[in-house]
């Protein structure tokens, strides 16, 4: 496992942007899976936005496809989400996780989590 600390949520209005970080501690980083859930309040956690180990692969919810933009930096151990054009319907509690290999939508496969950062968005 990995422990995973998020930061850079917040409160913006729709249509702006924000960039979550996730700072991952342990010597394995750079061998794991990386994933962006939400989770709104009353509903299950959503796969926002996965990437694989060395960046080359990533894989989005339809409803973020052309917003939101995940990347990685295993040099720095952190992995990003950048998110523009933001909706009042993005407003969650946001979660990094981590698994080794590959990238799955289901976040029972995941064994590494953050404690999350919300992320609020004015009409």
């Known amino acids: 496992q990995v422990q995973l600390v998020e930061s850079g949520g917040g409160l913006v209005q729709a249509g702006g942007s924000l960039r979550l970080s996730c700072a991952a501690s342990g010597r394995t980083f750079s061998t794991y899976a990386m994933a962006w859930f939400r989770q709104a ?20 919810t339809d409803s973020v496809k052309g917003r939101f ?3 990685r930096d295993n040099a720095k151990n952190t992995v990003y989400l950048q998110m523009n054009s933001l909706k009042p319907e993005d407003t969650a509690r946001y979660y990094c996780a981590g698994r080794r290999n590959y990238i799955t939508y289901d976040p029972h496969e995941y064994d590494s989590w953050g404690q999350g950062t919300q992320v609020t968005v004015s009409s």
Request: proline share 0%.
């Open 41 to 60: 309040l009353g509903k299950g956690r959503e796969f926002v936005a996965g990437i694989n180990w060395s960046g080359g692969t990533t894989t989005y």
């Open 69 to 71: 933009a995940i990347s």
